[in-house]
Each structure stands twice: as C-alpha cells, then as structure tokens.
C-alpha cells in the first residue's frame, strides 16, 4: 500500500511497478518449470526394468501386484511438471497482460489530466481484475512512441492469433489447410506473455515520460512553499 506522504505521481508509478514485479515473478516461475518439465519429459530417460511387488492388506488372498518404480516415477514427474509448466504460463501471461494494461491505463489516465494515486482495475465475476485496453496514443513528443507502438502492434497480433485458434478449435474436425491455420495461430499466441511483459516495460517508460510534468510542477509547489515559509520567518 502506497505511503500517506507520498504524491500521486510517486504512489501511482509505484502501483506500476509492483505490477511489473508481480508480472516478473510469474515469468521467472514459468521459466524454472519450463526447465523442469523439458527435463522429466519421459522421452528424454531410459527406465529401469527392475520391478517390485506389492503385497496387498485386504483380506481374500489378492495377488501380489508387480510394479516398476522408476517408470512410474517418470511418469509421474512428467505429468507432474507438465501441469506446473501450464499452470505457470497461463498466471504469467495474465500478470503480463495486466501489467501492460494497467501501464498504458496509467498513460492514459495522466494523458487526460487525471491524479490517479494507484492503478484501478474493475474485476469479473469471479473477483479476478479485468485488464484494460492495452493501446497508448498521443505521445507526440515522446523519443520511444515508435518503439512502444511497434511492440503493440505485435501484441495485438498475437491476440488476435490467440482468438482465431480459440475460434477454429471451436469448429470441431478441420480440413487440412484449416488446421494447419490452427497450429500456426497457436505457435503466435503461445508468445503472448513475453510479447505483453515487453510492451509492460515500455509502457511503464512511457509513465514516467507523462509524470515529468506533473512531478515539476509538483516541485515547483514545493519551492513556493519553501519560499513562503521563509519570507514568513524572516517578517519581524
């Protein structure tokens, strides 16, 4: 939570930032599990074949059931680090997207001369924050507006990949070059965390180019002030 002394333009660059290093975390997870699933990956080892028996307490005389240890455990870490890595990308792909939005919203915002102390967000239905448009416009004057407009544009092309795989898989049974389409806009969306994080990053640039004003003229308050206080110290 942001302090009580600090100005809005500190305390909303700061809710940036903990989005930026909210985002950061899920990526430096998904990037552990990514290296753990690729190494419990069943293929890559070469079981053992030696077996145990299991010896059964249920009464009736069952059989002993044989078992190899070191196949199932393979098994098991497979799909075990298989289903982390999922999971780790599908929460660093949401913390990017939400970091890039709550980025270009904060532009936004002091764009149209808003005092936002924190970025807001509205939330769904299950409580979870709704991200906001990701586009930024108007930076004029701004030395990286090529450079974050460029990074957008690949973004949205990955979205846009992302919902036209979600649309064909919804199609059922697809002729070949349909779902050669399919596999092609899925290896483009698959992209969409790192794509989301990097426009993060030059969005959160672009906050601190929109604040240089706000926080001179809060420097400038500052010296009157200072300035008024003394003249007051020095009147007998």
């Keep these: ?49 030696g077996r145990i028996t299991l010896e059964r307490h249920s009464a009736g005389g069952n059989r002993p059931v044989e078992k190899e240890p070191h196949s ?10 298989g289903e982390a890595a999922f999971e780790m990308h599908r929460r660093y792909e949401e913390s990017s997207l939400l970091f890039a939005s709550g ?27 709704v991200q906001h448009r990701l586009s930024i416009t108007g930076l004029t004057n701004y030395a990286g507006a090529e450079l974050l407009n460029t990074s957008y544009e690949l973004l949205a092309h990955r979205l846009a ?26 290896d483009t969306a ?15 640039k672009a906050v601190n180019f929109v604040l240089l004003e706000p926080r001179r003229a809060r420097e400038r308050e500052i010296a009157l002030a200072r300035a008024a206080a003394q003249a007051d110290q020095s009147t007998p």
């Design 161 to 186: 990949a992302a919902d036209r795989a979600v649309c064909l898989a919804e199609q059922g049974d697809l002729p070949d070059h349909e779902a050669g389409e399919f596999n092609e806009a899925l």
């Design 190 to 204: 698959m992209g969409i965390a790192d794509t989301a994080f990097s426009y993060g990053l030059l969005a959160q």
């Design 1 to 49: 939570m942001p302090e009580k002394t600090q100005h809005w333009t500190e305390s909303l660059f700061d809710s940036v930032y903990a989005l930026y290093e909210t985002a950061r975390e899920y990526q430096i997870a998904h990037r552990a599990t990514q290296f753990l699933a690729a190494q419990a990956a069943f293929e890559r080892h070469q079981p053992h074949d």
């Design 103 to 129: 980025a270009a919203w904060a532009v936004r915002s002091v764009q149209l001369g808003h005092t936002p102390p924190v970025v807001s967000f509205q939330t769904d239905q299950c409580d979870n924050p």
């Design 72 to 81: 199932d455990a393979l098994l098991d870490l497979d799909r075990i680090h």
